[in-house]
């Protein structure tokens, strides 16, 4: 009796026991959830770089963020005894809500910049400063702060300050590569501004309708600058894609508002800050309408389809400024110039490092400036905004702006107009993955002519090399070593200032001495 009593005390001992155990497993699933809360997102590009180079900006003043054309009125020029070394850092963070409430149809993003030299300034306000000693800097800029609105599949619905981009794509969307390398690839808008956008993505076609205020001023009164925009693009078959484009900018600021002291807009400071031509009406009040019309195309846009890539476009910009006189309204200037561009990419190896690529861009120039008020020269979004529009990814380093920048962007070629003068040039590029998908390298070169002639130069403006590697410590981590020599031509033998500022800096008679730069990058895009 006694043996049978221990028996039946086992049995439901081990049986509670084990009961117990696996309802302990089963609470124990149930408390950790099967996967993270996706409501809300937190995204970040960091990089840090050292910078030694010949180039500075003389301007005491100019001790943070640093923008527009080299030997420009931001007084950026080189030396033959002066070495730069500096550090910079900038952190980019993303906040992304999409509540489930809205069935993820509905998305808010807030996106704010935060850079610094090291060692610049502390225990202040403003912007690109804030690495001295004990920092306490109130820097935080603001990048984007939009709404995206899902109606139904393929639409999309974007409100608020936002990525302004001359391609058709969603930018919150789309690779930044395939934004660089497609459409007008930033070259004429490429900025932040308020508005709305509708996007419409189908199987084989898409399209973007967008609205921009550029400048409000007085709220009662129509002295606006507004951006208009309608691009649509259409797969012909698996490789080729083509586009019909406009955009539309109307100006009745007569100048007012703009970037601090600079102004903007056709007369304003920011055109020769920027590198852009400048319509020079005096104090005269002016009004504008400017249109863009043009056509984009790639074959084999992601590169995945065989090893040749061809992408590029055509834009035609025309218009007409209206001057105030003491006679009245004015006829001020006609406009009338275009850019093409074609990029050829084939890919030789296994990955997409293993390329060689040809980019080569002209843009139409003005030789007289305003004497027959017709300006046959390029017009880009850098008149109004600093900048408004870039070519970072042509693989040129000083000739052509890039994109491992933080507070100094200052190529020689600030904007498409190459301050009225257009160009002709291009790049050839080389890139090797020598481990795959963990180090590369590439060498480059570069080359531009001036289409018009500056008074007391020619129309060669130089020749780059450049070299760099990267070493990928992790996904979307990497460590780079880029280095670029810039020898100028006889372009900057003038010190012309027909179009604005003097194209060699204001220095009479003398060829300023040639550019170089070697900087290394820490980059980590966090998710």
Same mark, same amino acid.
């Given at each position: 009796?006694?043996?049978?009593?221990?028996?039946?005390?086992?049995?439901?001992?081990?049986?509670?026991?084990?009961?117990?155990?696996?309802?302990?497993?089963?609470?124990?699933?149930?408390?950790?959830?099967?996967?993270?809360?996706?409501?809300?997102?937190?995204?970040?590009?960091?990089?840090?770089?050292?910078?030694?180079?010949?180039?500075?900006?003389?301007?005491?003043?100019? *001790?943070?963020?640093?923008?527009?054309?080299?030997?420009?009125?931001?007084?950026?020029?080189?030396?033959?005894?002066?070495?730069?070394?500096?550090?910079?850092?900038?952190?980019?963070?993303?906040?992304?809500?999409?509540?489930?409430?809205?069935?993820?149809?509905?998305?808010?993003?807030?996106?704010?910049?935060?850079?610094?030299?090291?060692?610049?300034?502390?225990?202040?306000?403003?912007?690109?400063?804030?690495?001295?000693?004990?920092?306490?800097?109130?820097?935080?800029?603001?990048?984007?702060?939009?709404?995206?609105?899902?109606?139904?599949?393929?639409?999309?619905?974007?409100?608020?300050?936002?990525?302004?981009?001359?391609?058709?794509?969603?930018?919150?969307?789309?690779?930044?590569?395939?934004?660089?390398?497609?459409?007008?690839?930033?070259?004429?808008?490429?900025?932040?501004?308020?508005?709305?956008?509708?996007?419409?993505?189908?199987?084989?076609?898409?399209?973007?309708?967008?609205?921009?205020?550029?400048?409000?001023?007085?709220?009662?009164?129509?002295?606006?600058?507004?951006?208009?925009?309608?691009?649509?693009?259409?797969?012909?078959?698996?490789?080729?894609?083509?586009?019909?484009?406009?955009?539309?900018? *109307?100006?009745?600021?007569?100048?007012?508002?703009?970037?601090?002291?600079?102004?903007?807009?056709?007369?304003?400071?920011?055109?020769?800050?920027?590198?852009?031509?400048?319509?020079?009406?005096?104090?005269?009040?002016?009004?504008?309408?400017?249109?863009?019309?043009?056509?984009?195309?790639? *074959?084999?846009?992601?590169?995945?389809?065989? *090893?040749?890539?061809?992408?590029?476009?055509?834009?035609?910009?025309?218009?007409?400024?209206?001057?105030?006189?003491?006679?009245?309204?004015?006829?001020?200037?006609?406009?009338?110039?275009?850019?093409?561009?074609?990029?050829?990419?084939?890919?030789?190896?296994?990955?997409?490092?293993?390329?060689?690529?040809?980019?080569?861009?002209?843009?139409?120039?003005?030789?007289?400036?305003?004497?027959?008020?017709?300006?046959?020269?390029?017009?880009?979004?850098?008149?109004?905004?600093?900048?408004?529009?870039?070519?970072?990814?042509?693989?040129?380093?000083?000739?052509?702006?890039?994109?491992?920048?933080?507070?100094?962007?200052?190529?020689?070629?600030?904007?498409?107009?190459?301050?009225?003068?257009?160009?002709?040039?291009?790049?050839?590029?080389?890139?090797?993955?020598?481990?795959?998908?963990?180090?590369?390298?590439?060498?480059?070169?570069?080359?531009?002519?001036?289409?018009?002639?500056?008074?007391?130069?020619?129309?060669?403006?130089?020749?780059?090399?450049?070299?760099?590697?990267?070493?990928?410590?992790?996904?979307?981590?990497?460590?780079?070593?880029?280095?670029?020599?810039?020898?100028?031509?006889?372009?900057?033998?003038?010190?012309?200032?027909?179009?604005?500022?003097?194209?060699?800096?204001?220095?009479?008679?003398?060829?300023?001495?040639?550019?170089?730069?070697?900087?290394?990058?820490?980059?980590?895009?966090?998710?």
């Amino acid at each position: 009796m006694k043996r049978l009593f221990i028996y039946v005390f086992l049995f439901f001992g081990l049986a509670g026991f084990t009961g117990f155990a696996q309802q302990s497993a089963r609470v124990f699933d149930t408390e950790v959830p099967g996967e993270p809360n996706k409501q809300f997102q937190f995204l970040a590009f960091y990089i840090n770089q050292g910078v030694t180079s010949n180039f500075f900006p003389t301007n005491e003043f100019l *001790r943070g963020q640093v923008i527009g054309r080299m030997f420009g009125r931001n007084t950026t020029s080189t030396s033959d005894t002066a070495t730069t070394a500096y550090i910079e850092q900038r952190l980019i963070p993303f906040f992304i809500y999409q509540p489930h409430l809205f069935n993820g149809k509905a998305v808010m993003r807030a996106v704010f910049e935060i850079d610094w030299t090291w060692g610049d300034v502390s225990y202040g306000a403003g912007g690109n400063q804030g690495g001295a000693v004990s920092g306490h800097q109130v820097n935080i800029q603001t990048q984007n702060v939009e709404i995206e609105y899902m109606p139904a599949t393929g639409w999309m619905i974007n409100l608020g300050l936002q990525r302004m981009y001359d391609n058709p794509y969603n930018p919150y969307r789309t690779v930044a590569d395939k934004m660089l390398q497609n459409g007008y690839r930033m070259t004429y808008f490429g900025t932040h501004a308020v508005g709305l956008t509708l996007y419409r993505n189908a199987d084989y076609h898409r399209w973007k309708a967008g609205y921009f205020k550029f400048y409000e001023n007085d709220i009662f009164m129509s002295d606006d600058v507004n951006m208009y925009e309608f691009q649509y693009e259409r797969n012909i078959n698996k490789l080729w894609r083509a586009a019909v484009t406009s955009h539309y900018v *109307r100006d009745r600021a007569r100048g007012k508002g703009g970037i601090s002291i600079l102004g903007q807009g056709l007369n304003s400071n920011l055109a020769e800050y920027n590198g852009v031509f400048r319509f020079r009406f005096g104090s005269n009040p002016y009004e504008a309408d400017v249109v863009w019309l043009g056509t984009h195309f790639s *074959r084999n846009a992601d590169m995945m389809l065989d *090893r040749f890539a061809l992408n590029g476009f055509f834009n035609y910009n025309l218009g007409v400024v209206n001057v105030l006189r003491e006679a009245g309204w004015r006829q001020g200037a006609d406009i009338a110039g275009f850019a093409a561009n074609l990029r050829l990419t084939y890919r030789y190896g296994q990955t997409l490092q293993d390329n060689v690529n040809i980019d080569m861009m002209y843009t139409s120039g003005d030789d007289n400036g305003l004497e027959d008020r017709r300006y046959s020269g390029v017009m880009t979004g850098n008149s109004w905004a600093a900048p408004g529009g870039f070519w970072i990814n042509s693989g040129a380093y000083i000739l052509f702006p890039h994109s491992n920048v933080v507070n100094r962007f200052t190529p020689v070629v600030g904007d498409l107009s190459n301050m009225g003068y257009g160009f002709t040039g291009g790049t050839v590029n080389y890139s090797k993955g020598i481990i795959p998908h963990r180090l590369h390298a590439k060498v480059g070169t570069a080359a531009a002519f001036s289409n018009a002639t500056p008074v007391g130069g020619g129309n060669f403006m130089g020749v780059e090399a450049n070299a760099g590697i990267v070493y990928n410590l992790g996904p979307f981590m990497s460590l780079e070593l880029h280095a670029a020599h810039l020898w100028l031509g006889d372009f900057f033998d003038s010190a012309d200032d027909r179009y604005g500022y003097p194209v060699n800096g204001g220095v009479q008679g003398q060829r300023p001495v040639n550019p170089w730069t070697t900087f290394i990058v820490y980059k980590w895009l966090m998710f």
